[in-house]
C-alpha cells in the first residue's frame, strides 16, 4: 500500500491550513479577552475616580456644615438688608451682626474651581446644595457686581457667580425651580424668589 504523493501533499495543505485557522481563532479570541478586560478595568478605574469625587465633596460638604460657615453664617447673611452700597458698607463693615460673606463666597469659589477642572461634578453640587449658591448669588450678586465698579477687585466672587449660573441652568434641565433668595430666619425660598 503505498500512499500517493499527491495525497500527501494536499493532506500537508489541509493540516497547514487548519493550523492558520486555529491560530487566527486564538488570536481573535485573544484580542477580545483582551479588550472586555480593557473595558473592565477602564470602569474600575471611573468607579474609583467617582467614588474619591464624592468622598472629596463630602469632606468639602461637612466643612461648609460647621457653624462659623453655614448653620450660623448664612442665616445672619441672609438678614442682612441694605440699600446701596454705602448703606451695606455702613451697616456691615466690621461684621458687627458676625456674619462673614467673605468666609461663604471664598468657599464657593473654591468649590467652582473644583468643578472647572473636573475634580467634582457639578451634580453632586446640585444634589446636595440645589438652591443655596442661586440664593446667595441673587441676594448679594447685584452688591458685588456694584463693588466691582467702586474700587474693589474686577472680578471680586466671579466664580460664585459662574458657579449660580452653572446650577441655575442645571436646575432648569432637570426642570426644578430655581430660588434667588431666601427669607431669614428660616431659610426657606421667598415667594418672590423663585424662577
Not at 470602569?43 to 460647621?66: A, C, D, H, P
Request: charged letters at 25%; glycine letters at 6%; zero cysteines.
Amino acid at each position: 500500500m503505498m500512499v500517493d504523493l499527491a495525497l500527501l501533499q494536499s493532506v500537508s495543505y489541509i493540516a497547514g491550513a487548519l493550523g492558520v485557522s486555529v491560530a487566527a481563532i486564538y488570536y481573535v479570541i485573544n484580542l477580545r479577552l483582551t479588550q472586555r478586560n480593557q473595558e473592565l478595568s477602564l470602569k474600575s478605574q471611573q468607579q474609583t475616580l467617582e467614588t474619591r469625587q464624592t468622598q472629596l465633596f463630602m469632606q468639602i460638604y461637612m466643612r461648609y456644615l460647621e457653624p462659623d460657615l453655614f448653620s450660623d453664617n448664612l442665616f445672619k447673611l441672609f438678614k442682612r438688608s441694605w440699600k446701596n452700597i454705602e448703606d451695606y458698607d455702613k451697616k456691615y463693615d466690621g461684621n458687627p451682626d458676625g456674619a462673614n460673606l467673605d468666609m461663604v463666597m471664598t468657599f464657593w469659589e473654591g468649590v467652582t474651581v473644583l468643578i472647572n477642572r473636573g475634580i467634582i461634578d457639578i451634580s453632586l453640587v446640585y444634589e446636595i446644595v440645589p438652591t443655596n449658591v442661586t440664593a446667595l448669588w441673587g441676594r448679594f450678586g447685584s452688591l458685588i457686581k456694584e463693588m466691582r465698579t467702586r474700587g474693589y477687585p474686577p472680578k471680586l466672587y466671579s466664580l460664585v457667580e459662574d458657579l449660580s449660573n452653572k446650577l441655575a441652568e442645571y436646575a432648569r434641565l432637570k426642570g426644578d425651580q430655581v430660588v434667588t433668595d431666601y427669607r431669614a430666619p428660616t431659610l426657606k425660598p421667598s415667594e418672590d424668589s423663585t424662577v
